[in-house]
């Protein structure tokens, strides 16, 4: 198998504010495996939070492509999954490439290849027969961030989104004076009656903020808060979850298992970022953990392309809160094959994750 790396610039169609950074732009390498004429793609973008940067995770998915290359086929390297010590958003990349090229050898789509074995199993020949009843390809109506803005701009961008059919309205809180985040909320309340609303603090909130906040959250009519208190202390969070009136989801505070089986039946649900566990098995593996516990799942995304959301969106159908917007936020979307601009993303049948490109960009050999 061969390996080569592209290195392109996502930038966001408007500055993305939450409580503790602004973002306009992330760099994208996207990883492709070659093997017997077929190709298989995955993304891992740039994250200051995680501390990945562009010459770093150019430097991982290098070493990574070399290590494919001691695998005779994707089949077999996609069973082993060797992830060494790299980061989660390099193994989950590398992942998603495998499984696309898998199912374009199979004449799977993904979520078949997932759904057909265990999480710690994938296909071991091309042509795997098809299963006798064909389920239905994931979909999920799809949260759509709006980051702090004022009120009246908040508003019009929540009446936009219900125009087009979106349903769901997550909205970034923690600025300065937590007025301006009521009254944002109030607003978007206003304007979009309909929609279900998450709040997202990023940790911004103390415990006393927090126990003062949440009623009046409460009475908007907020459905779930995401990470309302900075991350580190899970005991702090689930002593929270246990007194709030909303349910709080788990996110900067459940990166690995062994996070989320900690906070298992102590929190209200966990965000699931592939680029944070490390792709689709461990996303299945912690679904599994959660299973019956009280503890829901919800799956998010960073901010990246339609390339780096499919692998999740062909999960979509497991989680209760499906924040799968990121590929929405960029000002040109270079890849296509997820939808989400009427507020459902969806998987298709076609084999892989498939998505297609529509631009390329700057190529090196690995």
């Known amino acids: 198998m061969k390996a080569t790396l592209r290195t392109v610039r996502l ?26 004429g077929l190709t298989g793609h995955g993304e891992a973008v740039t994250s200051v939070y995680y501390g990945l940067n562009t010459a770093e995770l150019e430097r991982q998915l ?9 695998f005779g086929d994707p089949e077999s390297a996609l069973r082993e999954r060797p992830a060494g010590d790299r980061p989660p958003a390099v193994t989950a990349a590398v992942e998603a490439a495998l499984l696309d090229l898998c199912g374009k050898r199979s004449g799977l789509p993904v979520h078949r290849l997932l759904d057909a074995k265990s999480a710690r199993t ?82 911004a909130w103390t415990s006393a903020e927090a126990l003062q906040l949440l009623p009046r959250y409460a009475e908007l009519g907020v459905e779930a808060v995401e990470q309302p208190l900075a991350p580190g202390d899970q005991e702090a969070l689930a002593r929270l979850a246990d007194r709030s009136p909303l349910p709080l989801i788990a996110d900067e505070d459940a990166v690995t298992y062994e996070d989320v089986r900690r906070l298992a039946g102590r929190v209200h649900g966990v965000n699931v970022k592939l680029a944070k566990c490390g792709g689709p098995y461990e996303a299945l593996r912690i679904a599994e953990l959660i299973a019956g ?74």
């Not at 290098?62 to 001691?70: K, N, R, S």
């Not at 062909?314 to 094959?337: E, M, N």
Request: hydrophobic share 40%; net charge negative; charged share 25%.
């Open 11 to 36: 930038a966001l169609a408007e500055p993305l504010r939450i409580s503790r950074s602004t973002m306009t732009a992330r760099d994208a390498v996207w990883f492709t495996v070659e093997h017997e």
């Open 62 to 70: 290098y070493e990574a492509g070399l290590d494919l290359g001691h």
């Open 122 to 203: 994938a296909p071991s020949t091309p042509g795997t027969p098809s299963a006798s009843s064909t389920p239905s390809a994931p979909s999920a109506r799809t949260a759509r961030t709006i980051g702090i803005v004022p009120a009246e701009r908040a508003a019009a961008q929540a009446r936009s989104l219900a125009d087009r059919g979106f349903t769901v309205i997550k909205v970034k809180a923690g600025a300065p004076d937590p007025e301006d985040d009521l009254d944002r909320v109030r607003a978007i309340a206003s304007a979009a009656p309909r929609a279900r609303l998450l709040l997202d603090p990023n940790g």
């Open 293 to 366: 516990s009280g503890t829901e799942l919800m799956l998010g995304c960073l901010t990246a392309s339609t390339l780096g959301l499919a692998p999740a969106v062909h999960l979509a159908d497991r989680a209760r809160w499906a924040d799968l917007d990121g590929h929405l936020l960029l000002a040109d979307d270079p890849w296509t094959g997820i939808g989400g601009a009427d507020g459902v993303v969806r998987a298709s049948e076609l084999p892989g994750l498939g998505v297609r490109e529509r631009r390329v960009g700057r190529e090196d050999a690995a």
